[in-house]
């Protein structure tokens, strides 16, 4: 239903009553363009802005919304110059100026930016003057308030309710009309990102203003919304949501997810599935540091992408309503619990919420499930009242992910050359594992052929995408051949199994090579010249490699499964080889650590050349430094006979200091391994094991094997003993390099 514009504010009246401005009719007094910057072409007259009420440009129905939010036939557009400053936008100049005090109010725009080329803030500036006689001097023209919405404005091919709070410095009461600011002129500013960048100007659509008392959306098309910048930092340390948890008194399980005190919004989705059957009867927990807060839990049990919180008369959910329990909400005089029950105040945080039952008729299935901190609110977004804001009230919300299942995950495997089979030797064919219990596999090979893994892909509707609607419909795990016992068993965790099916990939090779145990070197001795070594994060994360995407000169770390890993660096370049998966049988990868006169080495195989101390740093050459002169780590790490440690640049972030990046071998540690580190942060232990895969010669004892023909160059490109280069490298058989021979079995 369309609001026109009300009587605006006069001079001797304060009423609250929200007004409205919407472009089908003659609401207004003109329209221009504005910049707040002094200097900028639009205000000395070297350009004019574009600005006009034109057609609707989208009427159409929103997907989420169901309907279409804005019906006008006519609105307003601006052209965003590249020309103006960040505070360039349009500017309405009111027919009746409305009354600015200290009150926060709130404006309410329809926005429609579907070329803006990036999320930014969207910013209101009021012009106007004060009243009393004493500020006189201001022509009506001056800045009175600027306000920002909460969090970006995402660019978007649909209408968008955004929201500003604005106030002034004034002293205007009831009593005393006589004092206060009149606001004539509105600007809207569609995005404070900096212009310069942009590569062309773009179209701002608005509409339907609304000035009222009510700080939420009157719509929302965002899947899940939050209101507040997802991206939003704690603003005070006294409170906090740690941790998140589920009790199912019928399965007699508690799961938790933590680590959620660093962000206001934490979407767990991808890592935390919390279990129930229909019908069972669970409480959620909160692990919260502070007081005077309340708890409120969602179940998106429609997988819409939004969470209904309505109300019974008895303040119970209401049929339907995704809001499942609450400790504390007064709509006006009364505190009540979601049972019904009452309580004496809001200060129950630390008494948990009531436990609520999943209905008996709910689908098997991952639904979206919402833990939210705030005070006194029931909205899923968090409560955006000046006075109780989410933010600055240390409150907090958490998404996981609500597993619906059955008693089974019907398990199969896909693939080729080979097969997956359980433990005692049965097919996967939708064969039926006991749900959240741990569950034994076996690779088998077909003839010829060895394996590097499995991937495991488990949930539901396993053939269509990942994530429909922001929620993942299933969820991956990778495991290598190391994590694969010497009779190719693997026990899958009872974590991953979950959900109603899973999907088990075996990764077989072409030939019959050994897979990689996961046996960790754990002194010297166990060191043989004549073998080469793979260098892994404990985790999984990475392996010591020559880095050539980024440098052909240093040595640094690639990722292999976990392309989110807290600790990656900020050089994009590096960040992008951290997502890459490596070949564990590529030369290139794999390493000799040396011996010799009682001195450790540590050799690349596929280029044949050493780690090398150059400076500070260390690089590859032909020449070999011995890793006992390599000083002592940021740990403190003691140099001596039998612990030794290297130190090489882990990505190339500048000419030194503590934005430097290493890796490190530590064969003195427990365990035995490699760490990566910065100055001032240790990252994850690393391990040492023995590459079967590829055979090496000694260069210290024969000084390589010279081929057969000196027609071959000695550099680092890859040549078979017929003299013809190659351009991939070999994965089975003999073949030189820089002069010397080299196997791969």
């Known amino acids: 239903m369309k609001r026109y514009i009300l009587t605006a504010l006069a001079a001797t009246t304060l009423t609250a009553a929200a007004q409205t401005i919407n472009f089908d009719t003659d609401d207004f007094g003109s329209i221009g363009v504005y910049d707040a910057w002094e200097a900028s072409p639009f205000r000395t007259g070297q350009l004019k802005g574009n600005a006009a009420v034109v057609a609707n440009p989208c009427t159409a129905t929103d997907p989420v919304l169901g309907y279409p939010p804005n019906t006008s ?69 001056d800045e009175q308030f600027w306000a920002l919405s909460t969090s970006d404005v995402e660019p978007s091919d649909q209408w968008q309710d955004v ?18 600011i009149d606001i004539y002129s509105l600007v809207l500013v569609p995005d404070v990102r900096s212009p310069h960048a942009d590569a062309a100007d773009f179209a701002c659509y608005f509409d339907q203003l609304l000035i009222d008392s009510n700080p939420a959306r ?55 599935v919390f279990s129930a059957k229909p019908g069972h009867t669970v409480r959620p927990t909160f692990g919260y540091t502070g007081v005077w807060m309340s708890a409120y839990v969602y179940v998106d049990w429609g997988n819409d992408g939004t969470f209904s919180y309505d109300l019974a008369a008895d303040m119970k959910p209401a049929q339907g309503s995704d809001l499942v329990s609450y400790n504390a909400y007064m709509p006006e005089a009364t505190w009540y619990k979601s049972d019904g ?27 979206r499930m919402r833990y939210k901190v705030d005070w006194n609110n029931i909205d899923p977004g968090g409560n955006t009242s000046e006075a109780n804001h989410i ?77 429909v609607g922001d929620n993942p419909q299933y ?46 070197i754990s002194n010297l001795g166990q060191l043989s010249n004549a073998k080469a070594y793979l260098i892994h994060a404990l985790s999984q994360e990475g392996y010591l490699v020559w880095n050539t995407s980024v440098s052909d000169r240093y040595v640094s770390l690639r990722g292999v499964t976990n392309t989110s890993y807290q600790g990656l660096p ?72 039998s612990t030794i440690s290297l130190a090489g640049t882990f990505s190339i972030l500048g ?48 000084d390589g094997i010279r081929p057969a023909t000196a027609l071959i160059p000695h550099d680092n490109a890859t040549y078979l003993l017929t003299g013809q280069r190659i351009s991939r490298p070999v994965h089975k058989g003999l073949y030189i390099r820089q002069g010397r021979l080299f196997m791969k079995k």
């Not at 002293?171 to 004092?179: G, L, S």
């Not at 029950?341 to 639904?367: D, E, K, L, R």
């Open 73 to 141: 036939a006519r609105v307003l557009a601006v052209q965003r110059s590249r020309f103006g400053s960040n505070t360039f936008g349009v500017r309405i100049d009111l027919k009746e100026p409305f009354r600015l005090t200290k009150q926060t109010r709130y404006l309410h725009v329809m926005t429609y930016l579907a070329d803006k080329p990036a999320p930014s803030r969207l910013m209101a500036i009021g012009l106007g003057r004060r009243v009393e006689d004493e500020w006189s001097w201001q022509t009506g023209q």
């Open 163 to 180: 929201v500003l709070g604005f106030k002034g410095f004034s002293y205007a009461t009831d009593q005393e009309p006589a004092k206060g």
């Open 218 to 272: 009157r719509f929302s098309s965002e899947r899940y919304p939050v209101n507040f910048d997802r991206a939003q930092t704690p603003t005070r340390t006294d409170r906090h949501l740690d941790k998140v948890g589920l009790s199912n008194s019928n399965a007699g399980t508690t799961q938790e997810a933590g680590g959620l005190a660093g962000l206001i919004y934490n979407d767990k989705t991808q890592s935390a």
């Open 341 to 367: 029950t009452t309580v004496n105040n809001g200060n129950q945080i630390a008494n948990g919420v009531p436990s609520f039952t999943v209905p008996a008729a709910t689908a098997p299935g991952f639904y």
């Open 391 to 467: 933010v600055s009230n240390g409150g907090g919300i958490t998404d996981v992910l609500l597993d619906v299942h059955t008693d089974v995950v019907r398990v199969s495997d896909q693939q080729l050359n080979g097969a997956v089979l359980t433990a005692d030797g049965q097919e996967l064919n939708n064969f039926e594992a006991p749900y959240g219990q741990p569950f034994a596999i076996k690779m088998q090979p077909a003839p010829g052929f060895g394996y590097k893994g499995i991937t495991v892909r488990y949930g539901y509707r396993l053939e269509g995408e990942a994530v």
């Open 475 to 520: 969820l991956t795990a990778t495991f290598t051949a190391a994590d694969f016992d010497d009779n190719d068993c693997l026990t899958l965790p009872a974590s991953i199994m979950v959900g109603g099916t899973m999907q088990i990939e075996g990764l077989f090779t072409e030939d019959a090579r050994k897979p990689l145990k996961g046996d960790t």
């Open 570 to 641: 900020s050089d994009a370049r590096v960040a992008t080889i951290y997502q890459q998966r490596i070949d564990p049988f590529d030369a290139s990868t794999s390493w000799q650590i040396l011996q010799k006169d009682g001195n450790y080495y540590l050799r690349n195989v596929g280029n044949s050349l050493y780690v090398t101390l150059s400076d500070r740093d260390y690089v590859f050459t032909d020449a070999a430094t011995p890793l006992a002169q390599i000083r002592a780590n940021a740990a403190g790490e003691t140099i001596d006979g």
């Open 655 to 702: 000419a030194g200091g503590d934005d430097k990046h290493y890796a490190c071998i530590c064969t003195g540690t427990t365990p035995q391994g490699v760490r990566n580190w910065t100055f001032n942060d240790h990252g994850s232990p690393f391990y040492i094991t023995e590459n079967p895969n590829l055979s090496v010669t000694d260069p210290f004892l024969a």
